[in-house]
């Protein structure tokens, strides 16, 4: 056994070192020293005994060589059992080993006397360290009693385990480590004799442990309050539109990764428009969450202005840059018109959304892609992706497709395959996605998914919903020709007469104020679904009308207050050609 790296930490071990006068001057070089040691030798070629030296050498205590193996590890500060043989029988424990476990005989088994290994869970290394020959370490167990100890087992070479305790082979004068005896055959006698042992070594970490676990508390702690500001900021509930079936999963990052910032969400703006939006703050823990949350707060009330995806992007870009420079974050922002068939995006940074077709064709939105919000300097501009019946559209976030062993572009093809594949509801969609790229509750990045179908309906659900139109050329005859069609039109879908008269004059008042304040070109469009009633203008003027009050004198104005009195909700949206839609929308009986 080695003992030597333990010498510095014993009192009264520190090995001999040649005594000096401190009160003689000092040669000035070697050669001086040389000269002055060769004059004070004596005959035999010994230094002569001084008084400084000899006490210098009873000051010191023992040398490290003259300290049997029993007295080091008597002296060490930790716990120290000494085992030997097959049965792993006790041969010695120290006094720190009785103090921390309480006195144990010696000749015994351990798995009889020393009850704590078994706590420790040492005794099944016992014959693993034996039988290799190579240490094993147990890290931070706690015992019964609330102590933690790291306990280490190292192999030692056979001895004759008298030595442990305090007997001497009489061929050897006391020292069995391993070289030959008197006999030449290299064995040693006593009891035990060539028998190899092991070493066990318990530190006490308790103080340690112990703030190990409050810093893990706090830190579960703290994950725990990110997680729940995060999920509080994300959607309770999903809208669901009309002619969309959405399904969206957020799933956090393991133990050991702290929560992002990723966040969705799904707007209803009227008319049978839906805005998806998905993002991600490149940032970690509560100040993520919080950012997240300004932001989500924000693209909602940008959102109510129906703009145009780019210039929601480039409204948040601005406030992403305020809320705080260091905090850069990416987002999708996509607008769906059931009229149109597609998906008018525009990005910030963010990965693509995919489309499935409904013959399993996976199609990739290609750019407008601009920088991620908060860098500034950018104009954004939007992007179109066809949406028709049948498909499905996945907005996810970066933590769903990246590793660190691949390049993005591949977790983005894996996640192409796994949808082109994925059939059932949005939520089965989402489950199977999130399954097939691999991610467990120990991944090691936050995950949100949205998933977006627009089901092509068949049958009697298809009687539900339908569209007409009809272009105004202008003049005296247009308003009763929209009366007209509005009202053959709604009688073919079968309304109750309130609610068709209701529809026939909110197309009365729209169609007379574009008339009177819209430019060609201009047209009408009845759409009913299964839940609601739309109708909508268009004209070539982008002047947005506004509700005000009229006064008693006035013999216009009064159009706006009317839809808003008698609608379940209107607004009004500038069109890309550079006019306006005015629209209003009425709640089916139920």
Same mark, same amino acid.
């Given at each position: 056994?080695?003992?030597?790296?333990?010498?510095?930490?014993?009192?009264?071990?520190?090995?001999?070192?040649?005594?000096?006068?401190?009160?003689?001057?000092?040669?000035?070089?070697?050669?001086?020293?040389?000269?002055?040691?060769?004059?004070?030798?004596?005959?035999?070629?010994?230094?002569?005994?001084?008084?400084?030296?000899?006490?210098?050498?009873?000051?010191?205590?023992?040398?490290?060589?003259?300290?049997?193996?029993?007295?080091?590890?008597?002296?060490?500060?930790?716990?120290?059992?000494?085992?030997?043989?097959?049965?792993?029988?006790?041969?010695?424990?120290?006094?720190?080993?009785?103090?921390? /476990?309480?006195?144990?005989?010696?000749?015994?088994?351990?798995?009889?006397?020393?009850?704590?290994?078994?706590?420790?869970?040492?005794?099944?290394?016992?014959?693993?360290?034996?039988?290799?020959?190579?240490?094993?370490?147990?890290?931070?167990?706690?015992?019964?009693?609330?102590?933690?100890?790291?306990?280490?087992?190292?192999?030692?070479?056979?001895?004759?385990?008298?030595?442990?305790?305090?007997?001497?082979?009489?061929?050897?004068?006391?020292?069995?480590?391993?070289?030959?005896?008197?006999?030449?055959?290299?064995?040693?006698?006593?009891?035990?004799?060539?028998?190899?042992?092991?070493?066990?070594?318990?530190?006490?970490?308790?103080?340690?442990?112990?703030? #190990?676990?409050?810093?893990?508390?706090?830190?579960?702690?703290?994950?725990?309050?990110?997680?729940?500001?995060?999920?509080?900021?994300?959607?309770?509930?999903?809208?669901?539109?009309?002619?969309?079936?959405?399904?969206?999963?957020?799933?956090?990052?393991?133990?050991?990764?702290?929560?992002?910032?990723?966040?969705? $969400?799904?707007?209803?703006?009227?008319?049978?428009?839906?805005?998806?939006?998905?993002?991600?703050?490149?940032?970690?823990?509560?100040?993520?969450?919080?950012?997240?949350?300004?932001?989500?707060?924000?693209?909602?009330?940008?959102?109510?202005?129906?703009?145009?995806?780019?210039?929601?992007?480039?409204?948040?870009?601005?406030?992403?840059?305020?809320?705080?420079?260091?905090?850069?974050?990416?987002?999708?922002?996509?607008?769906?018109?059931?009229?149109? !068939?597609?998906?008018?995006?525009?990005?910030?940074?963010?990965?693509?959304?995919?489309?499935?077709?409904?013959?399993?064709?996976?199609?990739? #939105?290609?750019?407008?892609?601009?920088?991620?919000?908060?860098?500034?300097?950018?104009?954004?501009?939007?992007?179109?992706? #066809?949406?028709?019946?049948?498909?499905?559209?996945?907005?996810?976030?970066?933590?769903?497709?990246?590793?660190?062993?691949?390049?993005?572009?591949?977790?983005?093809?894996?996640?192409?395959?796994?949808?082109?594949?994925?059939?059932?509801?949005?939520?089965?969609?989402?489950?199977?996605?999130?399954?097939?790229?691999?991610?467990?509750?120990?991944?090691?990045?936050?995950?949100?998914?949205?998933?977006?179908?627009?089901?092509?309906?068949?049958?009697?659900?298809?009687?539900?919903?339908?569209?007409?139109?009809?272009?105004?050329?202008?003049?005296?005859?247009?308003?009763?020709? #929209?009366?007209? /069609?509005?009202?053959?039109?709604?009688?073919?879908?079968? /309304?109750?007469?309130?609610?068709? $008269?209701? !529809?026939?004059?909110?197309?009365?008042?729209?169609?007379?104020?574009?008339?009177?304040?819209?430019?060609?070109?201009?047209?009408?469009?009845?759409?009913?679904?299964?839940?609601?009633?739309?109708?909508?203008?268009?004209?070539?003027?982008?002047?947005?009308?506004?509700?005000?009050?009229?006064?008693?004198?006035?013999?216009?104005?009064?159009?706006?207050?009317?839809?808003?009195?008698?609608?379940?909700?209107?607004?009004?949206?500038?069109?890309?050609?550079?006019?306006?839609?005015?629209?209003?929308? /009425?709640?089916?009986?139920?």
């Amino acid at each position: 056994m080695n003992f030597t790296r333990w010498s510095a930490r014993l009192p009264g071990t520190q090995r001999r070192a040649a005594a000096r006068d401190d009160r003689s001057p000092v040669p000035a070089a070697r050669a001086e020293y040389a000269q002055a040691q060769a004059a004070a030798t004596l005959p035999d070629g010994t230094l002569p005994a001084t008084p400084d030296t000899a006490s210098a050498t009873t000051a010191t205590g023992p040398a490290l060589d003259d300290l049997s193996a029993r007295e080091i590890l008597g002296r060490l500060p930790v716990a120290v059992a000494l085992l030997h043989g097959p049965d792993h029988r006790v041969a010695y424990v120290n006094e720190a080993y009785e103090t921390a /476990f309480g006195p144990r005989p010696c000749g015994a088994p351990a798995a009889e006397t020393l009850p704590e290994l078994a706590e420790l869970s040492v005794l099944p290394l016992l014959d693993q360290v034996l039988r290799s020959g190579t240490a094993r370490t147990v890290k931070s167990r706690r015992t019964a009693g609330g102590s933690s100890y790291t306990v280490t087992c190292t192999p030692v070479a056979p001895w004759d385990s008298g030595e442990a305790t305090g007997t001497e082979n009489p061929k050897t004068d006391g020292k069995t480590d391993g070289k030959k005896d008197s006999r030449g055959d290299g064995r040693n006698e006593g009891k035990g004799k060539g028998e190899g042992g092991v070493l066990v070594y318990a530190a006490d970490v308790t103080d340690h442990a112990e703030a #190990a676990e409050r810093l893990r508390t706090s830190e579960r702690r703290h994950r725990e309050t990110a997680v729940t500001l995060q999920r509080s900021l994300l959607p309770q509930e999903l809208e669901q539109p009309d002619d969309l079936r959405i399904a969206a999963t957020y799933q956090p990052g393991g133990t050991d990764a702290a929560v992002g910032g990723d966040w969705y $969400d799904v707007i209803t703006l009227g008319a049978g428009r839906t805005a998806l939006v998905i993002g991600d703050v490149m940032g970690r823990g509560v100040r993520a969450a919080a950012v997240m949350g300004q932001l989500r707060t924000a693209v909602r009330a940008y959102a109510r202005l129906d703009l145009p995806p780019h210039e929601v992007i480039q409204l948040l870009d601005v406030l992403a840059s305020e809320i705080d420079a260091t905090q850069i974050a990416t987002c999708v922002y996509a607008v769906h018109d059931p009229n149109e !068939g597609q998906l008018v995006y525009a990005s910030a940074g963010h990965l693509p959304i995919l489309v499935r077709d409904e013959d399993g064709t996976v199609e990739r #939105a290609a750019d407008p892609t601009g920088p991620p919000l908060g860098t500034g300097g950018w104009i954004h501009t939007s992007g179109t992706i #066809a949406l028709p019946p049948g498909s499905t559209a996945v907005l996810y976030t970066d933590g769903l497709v990246e590793r660190r062993s691949e390049d993005i572009d591949e977790g983005v093809a894996s996640l192409a395959r796994a949808l082109s594949g994925a059939k059932g509801s949005p939520q089965v969609v989402c489950d199977r996605l999130i399954r097939s790229l691999g991610v467990t509750a120990e991944h090691d990045d936050d995950v949100a998914v949205l998933v977006v179908q627009h089901p092509a309906r068949t049958g009697a659900d298809a009687e539900l919903f339908h569209n007409a139109a009809l272009d105004l050329l202008g003049g005296i005859e247009a308003a009763p020709r #929209a009366r007209a /069609f509005a009202t053959g039109v709604l009688t073919s879908w079968r /309304f109750p007469a309130e609610l068709r $008269d209701l !529809g026939v004059l909110a197309t009365s008042e729209l169609v007379a104020n574009s008339l009177q304040h819209g430019t060609p070109p201009m047209r009408l469009g009845l759409r009913r679904t299964d839940r609601r009633l739309i109708i909508e203008v268009t004209d070539g003027d982008d002047h947005l009308p506004r509700r005000r009050q009229a006064e008693p004198a006035d013999e216009a104005g009064r159009g706006i207050e009317i839809i808003a009195s008698i609608a379940t909700s209107w607004g009004s949206r500038r069109t890309p050609g550079g006019g306006k839609a005015v629209w209003c929308e /009425f709640a089916l009986p139920r």
